[in-house]
Antibody, heavy 124, light 107 residues
Framework: QVQLQESGPGLVKPSETLSLTCSVS????????WSWIRQPPGKGLEYIGY???????NYNPSLKSRVTISVDRSKNQFSLELSSVTAADTAVYYC??????????????????WGTGTTVTVSS | DIQMTQSPSSLSASVGDRVTISCRAS??????LNWYQQKPGKAPKFLIH???SLQSGVPSRFSGSGSGTDFTLTISSLQPEDFATYFC?????????FGQGTKVEFK
């Protein structure tokens, strides 16, 4: 059974860097895509970005200048760094596995396994 | 970015009701549409991909349809465990985007 678990500080000061790690069990990070998503209090879901097992990344342009997603293959983990945070970055942060299905000459992508989420508050 | 708009934002229903949730994309996304269920304080749960392909283990009362810009999630007979918020999600082009959610409440 594939499981993902986020970890990291629950409180970050404004202007500092938010750093989270997602530990993967039951699957190897050396395949597929691995993503970060966040959900501000009482709001919807926002895609942050993903890293492909090869190391290539894709970031939401709204956050691109501040986001870095990386992978640690030796620990079967991937990480998120978000710099220069403000109160608007307060949210529950989720990591997720992005699976793919090939059908009709197209690849379909979907987030089939999610971590439980971790709450990050930006406050001094 | 592709905007995803769900309707209604919330609905009240009873156990046994047929429930339909709509999701509209701001441009064609062919069939690159997923659905998730989220309960309070929990992570989203994946239900459907490619607009209509039910994830293994998801009850058959859930179904999805549509292509292009208009999509529908249907619950054929609402069960107590189905009261939750539902999100659509497009992976046709990055940045991937989600609908704002539809909350299914008990009438």
């Amino acid at each position: 059974q594939v499981q993902l678990q986020e970890s990291g500080p629950g409180l970050v000061k404004p202007s500092e860097t938010l750093s989270l790690t997602c530990s993967v069990s039951g699957d190897s990070i050396n395949s597929l895509y691995w993503s970060w998503i966040r959900q501000p209090p009482g709001k919807g879901l926002e895609y942050i970005g993903y890293i492909y097992y090869s190391g290539s990344t894709n970031y939401n342009p709204s956050l691109k200048s501040r986001v870095t997603i990386s992978v640690d293959r030796s620990k079967n983990q991937f990480s998120l760094e978000l710099s220069s945070v403000t109160a608007a970055d307060t949210a529950v942060y989720y990591c997720a596995r992005v699976n793919e299905n090939y059908s009709g000459s197209q690849y379909y992508y979907y987030m089939d396994v999610w971590g439980t989420g971790t709450t990050v508050t930006v406050s001094s | 970015d592709i905007q995803m708009t769900q309707s209604p934002s919330s609905l009240s229903a009873s156990v046994g009701d047929r429930v339909t949730i709509s999701c509209r994309a701001s441009q064609s996304i062919t069939s690159h549409l997923n659905w998730y269920q989220q309960k309070p304080g929990k992570a989203p749960k994946f239900l459907i991909h490619a607009a209509s392909s039910l994830q293994s283990g998801v009850p058959s009362r859930f179904s999805g349809s549509g292509s292009g810009t208009d999509f529908t999630l249907t619950i054929s007979s609402l069960q107590p465990e189905d009261f939750a918020t539902y999100f659509c999600h497009q992976t046709y082009s990055t940045p991937w985007t989600f609908g704002q959610g539809t909350k299914v409440e008990f009438k």
